[in-house]
């Protein structure tokens, strides 16, 4: 009963928590009366006794927790999309597009894959991004990598010099890019890729052996800037495809689907030139890596690991 008296008269607005003496305590239990027990209390908590002259009670200021460093920092993709305006000013050798992905934030959702394949209408078959799921460590210890691989967009692609009709070309700022109108589909850059980032479109469609093509498969594709409707065998089919970092959205000064549609904030994108850009910042992480540099390709996608 004596503690319970105690914790009460210490929770009091403006209480300092000072103990009180066995005397006075005896007198708040009751055994000094009433007065006894105000006495006590004022003169274990002075700071009430103005209050109490005053009948208003004093309370300390509120406090709020303060809000998470990523609620207050500046919007990554906000900065990417002005980074990219401020790139898209410059002449085009003037930039080198490259993208980031942290592995380590990456969730498996595969989001960008299908991100992709409703910007491009890609048909069955054709995937310009898939995630790549590995495994890691041995049972018990065992823990899931994940590794989206869009193309590399090299400086020095192996698929350029094997194309026999130079359908595939790299831009001065960095894209591997491919003219459908010139491709003749003889697939001689597919092996020539070392990271499997090229398929071949066999003119399949998602409504093959039903009676009609369901309308999202009559949209053209506005890769490269094009309109490019699968009908009657035209191109794109019949060729070789890849990613081209959605070249048709930057140039309209807005970031590749996959970034914008990542869920874990994964990916990035920017000029590699600019030495402000967020890219810029990534690549000089000590965790940075690039795939299978000892082919001499230099690919524009960093993972950081």
């Not at 960008?112 to 041995?138: K, W």
């Not at 039903?210 to 089919?237: D, H, Q």
Request: a neutral charge; aromatic letters at 8%.
């Amino acid at each position: 009963m004596a503690s319970e008296k105690q914790v009460l008269v210490d929770e009091l607005p403006g209480g300092t928590g000072k103990l009180l003496s066995r005397r006075k305590l005896l007198a708040a239990l009751g055994f000094g009366g009433p007065a006894a027990l105000v006495a006590a209390t004022i003169a274990a908590h002075p700071a009430t006794a103005s209050a109490a002259a005053s009948d208003t009670t004093v309370l300390p200021p509120p406090s709020y927790p303060s809000l998470p460093a990523s609620l207050t920092q500046e919007n990554h993709l906000l900065r990417m999309q002005d980074e990219l305006k401020r790139a898209m000013a410059k002449p085009i050798d003037q930039r080198r597009w490259i993208m980031v992905i942290d592995q380590e934030k990456c969730v498996g959702c595969s989001a960008c894959t299908i991100a992709c394949v409703a910007e491009n209408h890609l048909p069955p078959g054709v995937v310009y991004r898939p995630v790549i799921d590995e495994e890691i460590g041995e049972y018990p210890n065992v823990r899931r990598r994940f590794m989206p691989r869009p193309c590399m967009q090299c400086a020095d692609p192996p698929c350029v010099p094997v194309c026999p009709v130079d359908a595939t070309y790299k831009r001065p700022d960095g894209i591997v890019e491919i003219d459908y109108d010139r491709c003749i589909g003889c697939r001689y850059c597919i092996p020539a890729c070392p990271y499997g980032a090229r398929v071949f479109d066999f003119g399949e469609n998602y409504s093959d052996d039903t009676p009609a093509k369901a309308s999202y498969e009559l949209i053209p594709s506005p890769e490269y800037g094009k309109n490019w409707k699968r009908e009657g065998g035209r191109s794109p089919i019949d060729n070789v495809r890849k990613c081209q970092f959605c070249v048709h959205r930057t140039e309209a000064g807005m970031l590749p689907a996959c970034v914008t549609t990542c869920i874990g904030h994964a990916t990035y994108f920017g000029d590699k030139n600019d030495e402000n850009s967020l890219v810029s910042e990534l690549i000089g992480s000590p965790r940075v890596m690039r795939l299978q540099l000892e082919f001499g390709t230099e690919p524009g996608v960093y993972y950081l690991v």
